[in-house]
């Protein structure tokens, strides 16, 4: 199957790099500060391939960096026509177990009012009111997701349950969409195994975070033995691989999260 997206920098421009990428049946072209150009983010000088990134040679000896989608297609069911509804209902139950302990997650993240927080890829706004709940009216909460059906769906949600402190965000599969260090706290909720592009997001959420803010990831376990076969095969990476990428980009692991009963997910912390 075609990468869903491919990202060219070249190393030796100091030019802005092209996207050119499709989501279905969608063609997005957009320009972006290649990494390698900007170097104004820890962590980035080491410009090793990260996952789904390939170093190639270029006529004349320069190096380009390309991008490709580490999951091709993850997110396509979530553009289509209906997807809002059809996605409410499946990830909106007391079945799910992150949706079952959405209370005491957010608990556990010890919000105060006047943060600033992100619901990182928000999807159909299952952890919306419980975020913004202890934020209060001076705090702020982003809801980014990049699908449109799951955008117009927050969009209602938030003028129909008068949410004020909350703005909904669209993002894209390289980065968030929000100003540098802007953000108390990052939370990425059964998010990770759907991002396409793990080393540039991780780069733009790296640049996202205030220095001293926590990036909250909750995630899908894969353990064989443990974790169902449905989930072994959608879930790409285990808890090690995550771990592994996430650091790699500049995030230091702050404490494993064990007090909240999660069966199937775990909830890591990192700081930046
Ligand atoms: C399984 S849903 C989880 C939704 C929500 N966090 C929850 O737990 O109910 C995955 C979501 O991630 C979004 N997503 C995937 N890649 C993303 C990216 N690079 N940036 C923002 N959102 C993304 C998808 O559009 C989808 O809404």
Known sequence: ????????????LPALALIVGCAGDR????????????????????TSPGPGEADGALNGGETETELVSVRPGVNDKYFEAGAA?????LLEHDGRDVFEHREAIVAAMALEPGMTVADIGAGTGAFLTTL????????????VDIAPPFLEHLRGRVAD????????????????GLPPGSVDVLFVCD????????????????????PGGRLVIVEFDKVPGKTSKRMMKHV???????LAEVGAEGFSLVEEITSVPLSENYMLVFTR
């Open 1 to 12: 199957m075609a990468p869903l997206a491919r990202v060219r920098a070249r190393s030796l």
């Open 132 to 143: 913004s709940a202890p934020l209060g009216p001076e705090g702020k909460l982003y809801a």
């Open 27 to 46: 063609e997005v072209r957009q320009r972006m500060t290649p990494p390698e150009v900007s170097g104004s983010l820890p962590g980035t000088e080491d």
């Open 191 to 210: 998010v990770y195994h759907h991002i396409e592009y793990p080393s540039a997001y991780l780069r733009s959420l790296h640049e996202t975070l205030r």
């Open 85 to 89: 509804e059809e996605w409410s209902e």
């Open 236 to 242: 790409r990476q285990d808890k090690a691989t995550l």
């Open 161 to 176: 349950e008068g949410l004020s402190n909350v703005e909904v965000v669209e993002g894209t599969t390289t980065e968030t």
